[in-house]
């Protein structure tokens, strides 16, 4: 990223990060020994519109001595420019209205730790999303609070994992392949609950049952080779729903925001009443 740049000291730069902004806010020298501070338009918003796109991040030099923020594309050379300096890399979300950004070694992100009665508190590159709590709590055993207070993951005592959505639901929606005046409830969280099913009247063989939508879309790590989530495992909940064909009713995957019911090569009963597991990977 840095062959044939200018190394600066970015040991006094830090930043913060704001939805798709990256605003600094230390000095950084570039290319001399004065200390520039940031101007009043230093930050930077990602305008891309592909999640998980990478940026590499400078510090542009700026009268009298200042500097501005500016980005690009992940590995491109910048070996002729001399006014600027490698601060960090960003990885952008544009579905999600954020990104992450992650300082040069000696640089700083405003993050934190803190520590109370309730545990220990991070907050992490990305200020907007608030703090991350973990927890050493009996007979709970060790919780995880994420940021948002979206989700908790919590491993008890005898070694459970247990997910718990704090705050969001996913929801459901019928389609035609549960028939004329059909209906669906969910309960649960986005990884892992019971959906229920009433068939109206001529289930279409083959037709999407339900669509469900996640409460928070699952996010893709850089660099990953794969789209989450991958796969969703559905089970019969019930009697009635067991007695049916396995073959009757399957789950796919649809983007990192929904995934969806379908029939297979014979269409659902009509008026009757299932309900099945879910388990999201």
Request: one cysteine or more.
């Amino acid at each position: 990223m840095t062959v044939g740049l200018p190394i600066g000291n970015t040991n006094l730069f830090t930043a913060g990060v704001t939805n798709r902004t990256i605003t600094p806010y230390g000095p950084i020298p570039i290319n001399d020994g004065r200390q520039r501070s940031p101007a009043a338009n230093a930050a930077v918003t990602l305008t891309g519109s592909t999640d998980g796109a990478q940026y590499d991040v400078y510090a542009v030099q700026a009268p009298p001595n200042q500097y501005t923020l500016m980005v690009q594309p992940l590995g491109t050379n910048m070996s002729a420019r001399r006014d600027i300096v490698a601060v960090g890399t960003a990885t952008d979300y544009p579905s999600r209205n954020t990104c992450r950004f992650f300082a040069r070694v000696g640089g700083a992100v405003d993050s934190f730790m803190r520590s109370d009665v309730d545990g220990i508190h991070f907050r992490n590159a990305n200020p907007q999303y608030g703090w991350t709590t973990v927890r050493w709590d009996d007979p709970l055993g060790v919780q995880f609070l994420f940021s948002q207070g979206v989700q908790q993951l919590i491993f008890d005592q005898w070694g459970h994992l247990i997910v718990n959505n704090v705050s969001g639901a996913p929801s459901v929606a019928v389609g035609i392949g549960a028939g004329t005046g059909g209906s669906a409830t969910i309960t649960g969280g986005d990884q892992a609950g019971k959906i229920n099913i009433k068939t109206g009247n001529s289930p279409v063989v083959g037709g999407i049952v339900a669509t469900i939508n996640f409460s928070h879309p699952f996010s893709i790590p850089p660099g990953s080779a794969y789209t989450y989530p991958t796969i969703v495992l559905i089970t019969p909940a019930d009697q009635a729903t067991a007695a049916l064909s396995t073959s009757l009713v399957y789950a796919t995957v649809l983007s990192a925001s929904q995934w969806q019911m379908q029939s297979g090569v014979s269409a659902l009963p009509p008026t009757g009443n299932y309900t099945w597991n879910y388990f999201v990977l």
